[in-house]
């Protein structure tokens, strides 16, 4: 037994018993004395030790030349190879892995995770550089903006295009409030979003959230300093200084959104076009109903209106003014979107039984129209918890159903089981206004309260209403003349419509006297369809440089739907 003990100590330099109170350490005698002579032993104390942990450990050290007499005299690997192989060094056996006639590895030397391969001066990441810049505190921040998502591909910082977030985010490196270590990706500042946009889609108000150098040497209004970097369509509003926990998205109760359209999109399908034939095709099977003579309402009623050019036929709707029946049956119908539902014909990529799929809408306001130049425009105000991928939906399926005679029906079947295919709205007409922090500034207020301004644990409120002078200048400049510009100069809107009623398929046939879906209208999946609507992708845009430029490719909308549950939430606002 007294053997076995000394070849175990001899083959385990590193032993850990288990004693209460005190170390003892175990030291073996120096290269003199025999190896097989037992260890003498030194009693140390924990103070000796300087051990700080709560158990307290019996350890047998060797001394390094003795594990170099061992491994001599052996021939064998090291006296800790199962250390060794964890690390790498050695292989399952113990033995030491040879890289004789291997190339050396530099794959990440000295890379850390990041989305961006050069740091704000042009240096790639693991080349030498000289002395870094002094840490400075960073504290966790929301930052208030607004923009004009003309020429971004949408809120959400992406590789290789231009975004809001990506043009913010570099903004705040030029200006000293995000660290060159941080540069290379934004996630080592946690940023976060409250609601996420389409790309194209304008924000007089969105909240993003980053840890921040809000105290940057020689510099006093950061936040101006960052404004300065920015291009005028992006806008800081402010900043707020939040508590460590806070997370943009989780921590916004809701979202309000308004869309602008004109309002001769309600004037109904052309005398002729396809919809308006497979419209009155279908009609004329249902029994007990009376379908929409579009060639009796006064717009199509005008002798010559069923043969004219669409030019000629868009400079009559923009003379054209809605009636007061019109705006009444729109807010009745608007009213159907209010409440909890489910909102699975309204987006892409979602099963009817997916819980996701159930949201709820505050309320839904709709304005009284105004005349801009020569267009009468019509705004509609969504208050919502969230809003799923493509929420225009929810729009073009409201104006399409006002314009056919259709009831307000059949909002309540596209929260049925059956999927159809609802066409989105232009891009062009779509604003948030901006995200709201209700529960948010209630619990703050309960925590200052007894809490002093200066106190270091003391909030601020959420409140852009502080920022509202500033947000109505810029919506004026930024979004609504460059919203009606580009209307006036390309009409985009009644482009959409037109793609509307040139459909003669069956994939709208929902749209009709009784407001119930068909079987022909249903989409199954699986099943190819014949003759399916295909979406253009211009209308997804909201700036046309060049009329020659203008993309028509069609949307391919089972391609959307392939789209991932995380993709798609990342996607939602």
């Known amino acids: 037994m007294l053997r076995l003990f000394q070849y175990t100590l001899h083959r385990a330099p590193l032993l850990t018993l288990r004693r209460r109170n005190i170390h003892v350490m175990y030291d073996l005698h120096d290269s003199e004395q025999s190896l097989h002579s037992p260890p003498a032993k030194r009693l140390i104390t924990e103070a000796q030790a300087g051990s700080s942990e709560s158990s307290k450990r019996v350890r047998i050290e060797h001394e390094e030349h003795e594990k170099t007499l061992h491994s001599a005299e052996y021939g064998g690997p090291s006296d800790t190879p199962a250390a060794d192989t964890k690390r790498g060094k050695r292989d399952a056996a113990g033995w030491a892995k040879s890289r004789r006639g291997k190339a050396k590895d530099t794959k990440n030397k000295g890379r850390r995770r990041g989305t961006r391969d050069h740091d704000k001066d042009g240096q790639k990441e693991g080349e030498e550089q000289g002395p870094r810049a002094p840490?400075?505190?960073?504290?966790?921040?929301?930052?208030?903006?607004?923009?004009?998502?003309?020429?971004?591909?949408?809120?959400?910082?992406?590789?290789?295009?231009?975004?809001?977030?990506?043009?913010?985010?570099?903004?705040?490196?030029?200006?000293?409030?995000?660290?060159?270590?941080?540069?290379?990706?934004p996630v080592k500042v946690n940023l976060g979003r409250a609601a996420r946009t389409d790309a194209g889609v304008h924000a007089a108000g969105n909240l993003v959230s980053m840890k921040l150098i809000t105290a940057i040497p020689g510099v006093e209004d950061w936040v101006a300093r960052v404004n300065e970097e920015l291009p005028p369509e992006i806008r800081v509003w402010g900043s707020v200084r939040v508590q460590n926990s806070f997370n943009a998205r989780m921590s916004c109760d809701s979202r309000k959104y308004t869309y602008f359209f004109p309002s001769y999109l309600l004037i109904p399908p052309k005398p002729g076009s396809g919809f308006q034939r497979a419209y009155e095709e279908h009609a004329q099977s249902m029994q007990g109903v009376v379908p929409l003579d579009a060639s009796a309402h006064p717009f199509w009623s005008a002798p010559g209106s069923h043969s004219s050019s669409s030019m000629d036929d868009l400079v009559r709707k923009r003379m054209w003014r809605i009636s007061a029946d019109q705006v009444e049956l729109i807010r009745e119908t608007a009213k159907k979107f209010e409440g909890t539902h489910n909102f699975h014909n309204f987006t892409v990529g979602r099963e009817f039984g997916d819980r996701s799929n159930q949201r709820h809408m505050w309320k839904i306001e709709i304005s009284d129209p105004a005349v801009y130049g020569d267009t009468e425009w019509?705004?509609?105000?969504?208050?919502?918890?969230?809003?799923?991928?493509?929420?225009?939906?929810?729009?073009?399926?409201?104006?399409?159903?006002?314009?056919?005679?259709?009831?307000?029906?059949?909002?309540?079947?596209?929260?049925?089981?059956?999927?159809?295919?609802?066409?989105?709205?232009?891009?062009?007409?779509?604003?948030?206004?901006?995200?709201?922090?209700?529960?948010?500034?209630?619990?703050?207020?309960?925590?200052?309260?007894?809490?002093?301004?200066?106190?270091?644990?003391?909030?601020?409120?959420?409140?852009?209403?502080?920022?509202?002078?500033?947000?109505?200048?810029?919506?004026?400049?930024?979004?609504?003349?460059n919203m009606r510009r580009i209307e006036d100069r390309d009409g985009v809107f009644d482009a959409w419509v037109r793609s509307i009623d040139s459909y003669g398929g069956d994939d709208l046939l929902y749209l009709n006297p009784k407001g119930i879906i068909?079987?022909?209208?249903?989409?199954?999946?699986?099943?190819?369809?014949?003759?399916?609507?295909?979406?253009?992708?211009?209308?997804?845009?909201?700036?046309?440089?060049?009329?020659?430029?203008?993309?028509?490719?069609?949307?391919?909308?089972?391609?959307?739907?392939?789209?991932?549950?995380?993709?798609?939430?990342?996607?939602?606002?």
């Open 518 to 573: 068909p079987a022909a209208a249903v989409i199954k999946k699986g099943d190819k369809r014949d003759n399916p609507f295909k979406e253009k992708r211009k209308f997804d845009l909201t700036s046309f440089p060049d009329k020659q430029g203008i993309p028509t490719t069609e949307d391919d909308e089972e391609t959307e739907s392939k789209l991932n549950k995380s993709r798609l939430e990342d996607m939602e606002g």
């Open 378 to 481: 019509i705004s509609v105000l969504f208050h919502g918890q969230s809003f799923m991928l493509h929420q225009r939906k929810m729009m073009s399926s409201l104006v399409l159903s006002c314009r056919t005679g259709t009831p307000g029906q059949v909002i309540d079947e596209l929260y049925g089981p059956r999927m159809v295919m609802v066409p989105k709205m232009p891009a062009l007409g779509l604003l948030l206004e901006y995200p709201i922090f209700d529960s948010y500034n209630k619990k703050i207020t309960s925590i200052n309260e007894k809490l002093e301004p200066s106190h270091p644990d003391y909030r601020p409120e959420i409140d852009f209403e502080k920022h509202r002078e500033s947000i109505d200048a810029f919506k004026q400049t930024f979004i609504y003349d």
């Open 135 to 185: 840490r400075l505190p960073k504290k966790q921040s929301a930052l208030l903006i607004g923009f004009c998502g003309t020429g971004c591909n949408g809120m959400q910082i992406q590789p290789d295009v231009r975004t809001i977030e990506g043009v913010l985010f570099d903004a705040l490196v030029r200006a000293g409030a995000v660290s060159s270590d941080n540069a290379d990706d």
